[in-house]
Structure formats: C-alpha cells, structure tokens
C-alpha cells in the first residue's frame, strides 16, 4: 500500500507546482487484473478480477469560472477547456476520459462547476492493468468529492451531506453499480470504444485479498478469498501490435455465432449445443466461439475451486485459459507463450495466462509467497537467455475498491 500513499502525494504536490495552492482532495482508482473470463465480458458471461495496489491518483480543487484545467505526471502540456465543450483533443488524448466522465455525469444530470486538477498514474505501460478504467473511476469520485451528487437507475437524485469534518458516506453497493454502468458508457459512447459491465467493477467492489466473481449478465458481484499466493505481473518486453481492429474482428465472429445458434449471447449456449452445430459456423466463428464458452465454463469452475480452497485447480484454469485463447483466438505471441511455459515450469507457480484477451504484452502469473522471490529470478534470467530482453515483473497486492 505504500505505493498508494507515494502516489497520492505525487499528485497532491504537482498541484502545488502548477497551481501554486494546496489541493483540496485526492481521489483514486486502482488498477485491476483479470484472473479468468477472457473475452466474455462482451458476451453476458463471467469474469474473476482484482484490483491492485497500483492506480490513478487525481489531486484537485474547485473553481468558480466553469473551466476545468488538467495536468498530468506523464505529459508537458496540459490541457484546458469548458465544461460545456467537452470534446476529443487527439493531441492530448490523455485528458479524454476524464471529459467522457464529465459527459456521462452531465447527461445525468448531475451539476458541476469548473476544477483544477493533477493526474498521476503509478499502473506501469503495457501491462494491460485497467489504466483508462482507474482514470475514469477516479475521475468520478474527485468530482464526487468537488461537487456531492448521487445516482440512481434514472439519474441525478439529492445529493449526499457531508459530515461535520467535510467527509461524504461511502458510495453503497446500488451507486457503486451505477458508476460501473458510467464508466462503461464512458467508453463505450463517447471514447468509441467498447467495454462490458466487468471492466470497471474491480476498481469500485475490489475486496482486499479477495477475487471478484462478476457475472455480466445479471451484474452482480461476489467476493471469494485468495490468500497465501502472490500475484507476480511479468511484462515480455516486445513491441504489443495495435488491437482495435483485431479485438473487433473477434468480437463480430463471437456475435455472429451467437446469432446463427439463436441465442441472445454466447452465455446461453452449452458447449454441448455449440458441437452439436458446428456446422452451422465458420470455421473461425467456431473457434472463436468456442473460447467464449469453454472461458465462461472456467470462469463457473474456477469461483468453485476458490470456494472450496483449491488454489491449484484455480492455477490450472489459468494454465487452460492460455491454451485455449493461444490455439483458438490466435491472440498470443510468441514472447507471451514462452513466459508462461517458464511460469509452469517453476514449482511455485500455480497458474499462469495473458493479462488479457486483446494481445497485450503481460502475462499474470499465481504464485506461492514463499517461492515468488525464486519465481521472479528464474523467469527473469530465463527469459533473458532465451530472447536478449530484460525484464522487470512486478509484484502486486490486492486491495480494495476506490469506494
């Protein structure tokens, strides 16, 4: 946690460098790991995640003109604009979640003025650790602490009062749902992009040494303990190809195949339905298909391992999900499969697998505490022999949820 605390007073002291004043307060998102359910986020389907002890911090103070002014640890420029013209500034790209946030917000009615603010993000590049979803859960709780306000299923409703010490109540389980539900139209509205319900929940319910079952369907949350194993993030190092194009052909191919086997999403079909009709797919729709459901049957099995303390039938799901995305989503490299073939070879590992679905350049590794330190030297002077990269992994907690 202390990573934490650094970070918030990174961001409260570049307030002062900028601005020249004390900011009024700090809020943060942590960062979030997906353990299982890759790619069923977007299919209704079930996802384990956790948040980690690496986040976005934004300082920030109210002002009075309507103008919001934003600088960040990571760029020279900042970035200035209105309140009422919250548009994409592809030259400080860095900036627009939080202007997403103040649109959703808007559009909900939810009244606020003008902030100064400073940005500092401790989540390290290419690690595929939930950075744009910290920024935005972050973005909505400094204005929260700026400007109280509370959401319902309908929008804005009164706000909340604060205490005789200026502090608001904690967001219930209900509000912390909603943001989720904004966050997510956040990316999917006015970014272009395109998030399931999963993606922010880690940084709002995250439990301390606890993994999130999500189910995406029905949008609920349950906490299920994971004690006595380090989670170790191990970047490859190599150039990551852009995915937007990529991540779109797969998710056309799991929605047609959905639609052909007539069912609302990849969630209602039975792997048992799915080889009954493998005829009635492309080849491609079918092994993408055939990831998605055989992933949410992992997701199911793995909450049931965790629940029964199996921790390595927990690993060995993760081993699975690797498999299954490398030979049928053809969304590995090279550099991914090596780091997981030395994370199982390693006694102290249990499991391994890509920090996510969408070619990213980590992979998540399960490790035993007492063997994380002989973990770590291993695959380093390994990978390093076998590929002329030096890496560095990285070790997180998992903490609590922002909220």
Not at 98 to 111: D, M, T
Not at 336 to 348: C, F, Q, T, W, Y
Not at 358 to 367: E, F, K, S
Not at 372 to 394: C, D, K, M, N, W
């Amino acid at each position: 946690m202390l990573s934490v605390t650094y970070a918030e007073a990174d961001a409260r002291n570049l307030v002062k460098k900028h601005f020249g004043y004390t900011p009024a307060h700090v809020a943060s998102g942590p960062g979030s790991v997906e353990l299982l359910g890759d790619a069923t986020g977007c299919a209704d389907g079930l996802v384990m995640a956790v948040a980690v002890d690496r986040g976005v911090h934004i300082a920030s103070a109210p002002r009075t003109d309507g103008r919001i002014e934003l600088v960040s640890s990571a760029f020279p420029q900042p970035e200035l604009f209105w309140l009422t013209e919250l548009e994409l500034n592809p030259a400080a790209a860095w900036a627009d979640g939080v202007k997403g946030v103040l649109h959703q917000l808007r559009s909900r009615g939810v009244h606020s003025s003008g902030f100064s603010a400073a940005i500092h993000n401790s989540i390290p590049t290419g690690l595929d650790l939930g950075s744009g979803a910290a920024l935005e859960v972050a973005t909505a709780l400094a204005v929260r602490q700026l400007y109280p306000y509370s959401l319902t299923e309908t929008g804005a409703t009164l706000p909340p009062k604060r205490d005789g010490r200026g502090g608001l109540p904690p967001l219930s389980k209900a509000e912390r749902r909603h943001l989720a539900r904004l966050c997510r139209d956040v990316d999917n509205k006015f970014l272009g992009g395109r998030s399931g319900f999963a993606d922010h929940v880690p940084a709002l319910f995250g439990k301390a040494w606890n993994v999130l079952s999500i189910d995406c369907r029905f949008e609920t949350v349950e906490p299920t303990p994971l004690v006595g194993e380090a989670l170790i993030i191990c970047g490859s190092g190599a150039d990551v190809p852009q995915a937007a194009d990529w991540n779109a052909e797969l998710r056309m191919h799991w929605e047609s195949a959905a639609q052909k086997l007539r069912a609302k999403s990849l969630r209602s079909v039975e792997p048992q339905l799915l080889a009954a009709n493998r005829g009635r797919l492309t080849a491609r729709e079918y092994e993408c298909a055939y990831h998605v459901v055989g992933e949410i049957a992992r997701g199911a099995a793995g909450e049931r391992a965790l629940r029964d303390d199996d921790h390595r039938q927990f690993g060995h799901f993760l081993f699975q999900s690797h498999e299954s995305a490398r030979d049928f989503l053809k969304n590995s490299t090279p550099e991914l499969d090596l780091l997981v073939e030395l994370a199982r070879a390693h006694p102290g590992c249990l499991g391994a697998r890509p920090t996510s679905g969408r070619r990213g350049g980590a992979t998540i590794n399960l490790v035993a505490y007492h063997q994380a330190e002989s973990f770590i030297e291993t695959v380093v002077r390994q990978y390093e022999r076998r590929t002329g990269h030096e890496i560095r992994p990285l070790a997180c907690q998992i903490v609590n949820g922002a909220a």
